[in-house]
């Protein structure tokens, strides 16, 4: 019958009884014989020399690894980029496509304009903001990888790529109006 351990510290009875004699001497008998204490290992100091060589040879490669190099040779620090950017087209097929389209029609608009000594500074400006905005989108692009999409750099990409193509639109009008001011003054003429 299962009786409730508080009401059998209540009775006075265990409380009161004695321990077998050699009790504990027969409990620790049985212990070492089920679970027997193991000799240490004769090449212990073997071990410990071993650990310690280990120790110093990462020490010393950690040691030449961070010590700056000096020498005559300059050394020049290359960044390989071995992770992939993503894309907007890695993100969304509607994404893809709106990338696709203002990709296509800049490249549209670069090739339809005719560069000429009398457009050369116009052009070399217009070229130098699209060089900045470039830039930028590849830095965006590399934050899209490293953080992952978010709408604020999605907008910002798509932003950039709008951008860009009005940019060239801006090019396109002013060179219309440089042609045609041209052609006014060769009339008068």
Known sequence: MARDIRELFKDDKIAHEKMPENHQ????????????????????????????????????????????????????????????????????????KVEDYYLASINLELSKMTYTTETKELFD???????????????LLVDLTESGPSELTVNALIDNLKFRLNLLYRLRSQLKELNTSDEGVTQSI
């Open 25 to 96: 001497d027969r409990f620790l008998k049985k212990l070492d014989e089920s679970l027997p204490v193991t000799k240490r290992s004769t090449f212990l100091w073997m071990q410990i020399a071993a650990s310690v060589v280990v120790l110093l040879g990462l020490s010393y490669g950690a040691f030449k690894f961070f010590q700056p190099q000096t020498g005559d040779l300059p050394t020049e620090v290359v960044a390989t980029n071995t992770v992939e950017t993503k894309t907007l087209g890695d993100i969304s097929p509607g994404l893809k």
């Open 125 to 139: 400006d217009y070229l130098e903001q699209l060089d900045k905005l470039d830039k930028e989108y590849k830095r």
